[in-house]
């Protein structure tokens, strides 16, 4: 005891260069945080630099994340769905295996195409223009639908529609995040999702008063869908690339400073700049191949995709209630509008508490129990509140699997477009074989 005791005393001359060798070690590290520092800041105080982060927060609230809002509402899958009930099958000779052929060859042209444009995204100095030039792109294709005369024609359409979409999804996630920190990304993780829902909703909504001009100058109503809904999106494509900035350090809404601590910002909770991050695509690509949690999250997105797949037959499900047409598309508002209240409530709660995994869990309970529901019962009221939670339950485990992978490989950024297009990519793959599920007749039920 002695000996341990004698072993770990200190001279009075040895504690004086430890102490000065912590302070040596305090002073470089503080000397480093000043050099990454602009020096346009270090004037400022911190709670200047707050109060300047509060304003640039606000501004990319107000300009940054509407847009993106805005433009997920005009990337609406819902229209395909809605012209099922207004004769698309009888005027393109189609059967419901066909039909089901048609929703999931999108994915054919999706799925590939995600990996190249994150490549290309995480690259450019213009990833604002290139999402907007994707959704004109994708809005004339979506156009040219009307013009199908053939099943195999829409086949076509499908394909090209599906690589122009593939750009829009994991382009957004990446652009946010290339503008919001870890903690500030929830929350507009979310809003791009309302976005998506507010689509799904007033999608059916658009569509139920679009196909009452079904003939209309000798049209169709189906066609006439594809044609409004797709000008909308090339109109407003076009208008959003000339207002959408870009990154932070040379954004037009931001002031010289406030570029710089919008950059510093980003800098600082990575732990390393922004500028330190040129990496490769293939080596980007290759170490989010070596990290095992890509996989874990590339398995989940294929569980919470395959449950995803609903939407596509949404309207047809709704509409074995036994309502006409437009009473059917209005109809699949309500859970869609519901879903944003209900993604706004759990993000705030998980920014809150800092929790991702129990409102995740509770949301696959929630479906569960609904499909039960809906499996179990006729009464047209029990189904119906069923179909109110189910794009909560198949679209909300997707927002905290996103929010994961931004708070597991913040950076760099490379790596994260990598993954997130990795987990987009493979995980969507659920959406080909899923579409056919939802294609099959109705089966016998046999009661002992």
Known sequence: MSHQVEMSATTPAEEKLRDDHLEDREVKHDDHAIAIMPESLRGMSEQERNKMEKAIVRKMDLIVLPIIMLLYILNCEQNLAAAKLKGILTDLNMNTQQFATAISILYVGYLPFQIPSNYIISRLSRPGLYICVAVVIWGTISACTAAAQSYGALLGIRVLLGASEAVFFPGALYYLSAWYTKKELGKRYAALFIGQQLGNGFGGLIAAGVLTMDGHLGIAGWRWLFIIEGSATVGLGAIFAVLMPEYPHNARILTPVQRDLAVWRLEQEAGAGEAHEDISNLKAYLSALRDPKIYCLVAC?????????????????????????????????????????????????????????????????IGIAVYIIALSTLN?????????????????????????????????????????????????????????????????????
């Open 380 to 448: 047209t009221g029990a189904r119906y509140f069923a179909m109110m939670f189910t794009a909560i339950s198949n679209v909300v485990p997707q927002l905290f699997l996103y929010n994961t992978m931004s708070l597991h490989i913040a950076r760099p950024y490379p790596k994260r477009a990598a993954g997130l297009a990795l987990m987009n990519a493979i995980g969507g793959t659920s959406n080909v074989w899923g579409s056919y599920v939802w294609a099959w007749g109705p089966r016998r039920v046999f009661r002992l």
């Open 301 to 365: 997105m294929m569980c919470s995709q395959c449950m995803g797949t609903v939407g596509n037959f949404f309207p047809t499900i709704l509409n074995s209630l036994g309502y006409n047409t437009t009473i059917t598309l209005l109809l699949t508002a309500p859970p869609y509008i519901f879903a944003c209240f209900v993604f706004y409530g759990l993000t705030v709660y998980s920014d809150r508490k800092g929790v991702f995994y129990w409102p995740l869990m509770i949301c696959l309970f």
